[in-house]
């Protein structure tokens, strides 16, 4: 089992603040995600990374930015938190084409 | 624009039927597709594969077509258990995706004792 964390598991903010969310895989995996659910659109990707210091956007990137420094760290930033941005984010590795990916347990983010 | 599209948001199903889910996509560039299972506050779990060399994977319970013409791919779950109450999303990826999959919009299926 591909070891994948998230953290926090809960976060609850103010509209206007910033927040990080946090992945953390010990696989050595290359490529990670960040995606949110939300009823009625399924999952979104937000940003990807293809390595350390490579990142990409993805279709729901905007009020987001990434970093990842190091190969088993991806950290998800709000810059300014808005009510919009209230979802559960999961962080995903790849596992290849056949396999795709393995998720996180998800970050439950409400902006209040 | 919704390229993997799941029109039916929710399936009920009595234990030991057939459950039958389905997708369709819109981008003929893809050629791998998957179907994840999601229970409540846990994060979607891989269930099973196709690619586009094939029309059918099956692993157990649970078989996976693929049409490509029709770009339509369904899962069938024979027999159904309340065990498998959950989220289902299906997911393609392909050429010129950059490695990434696209999701559908998730269809829950209740499967009742």
């Known amino acids: 089992d591909a070891g994948i964390t998230q953290s926090p598991r809960h976060k609850v903010t103010e509209t206007g603040t910033p927040v990080t969310l946090r992945c953390h895989q010990t696989?050595?995996?290359?490529?990670m995600y960040w995606y949110r659910q939300d009823p009625g659109h399924g999952l979104r990707l937000i940003h990807y990374?293809?390595?350390?210091?490579?990142?990409d956007k993805g279709e729901v990137s905007d009020g987001y930015s990434v970093s990842r420094s190091k190969t088993e760290d991806f950290l998800l930033t709000l810059e300014s938190a808005t009510s919009s941005q209230t979802s559960v984010y999961f962080c995903a590795i790849s596992q290849g084409n056949f396999y795709g990916y393995t998720f996180g347990s998800g970050t439950r983010l409400t902006v209040v | 624009d919704q390229q993997v599209k799941q029109n039916s948001p929710s399936l009920s199903v009595q234990e030991g039927r057939i459950s039958i889910l389905n997708c369709d996509y819109t981008n003929s560039m893809f050629d791998y597709f998957l179907w994840y299972k999601k229970y409540p506050a846990e994060g979607p779990t891989f269930l099973i594969s196709?690619?586009?060399?094939?029309d059918k994977n099956e692993d157990g319970r649970f078989t996976v077509f693929l049409n490509k013409s029709a770009k339509h791919l369904s899962l069938h779950i024979v027999p159904s258990q309340p065990g498998d109450s959950a989220v289902y999303f299906c997911a393609a990826s392909g050429e010129g995706t950059g490695n990434q999959f696209y999701f559908g919009t998730g269809t829950s299926l209740t499967v009742i004792p």
């Open positions: 196709i690619s586009s060399i094939k």
């Open positions: 696989e050595n995996h290359r490529y």
């Open positions: 990374s293809y390595g350390v210091k490579d990142t």
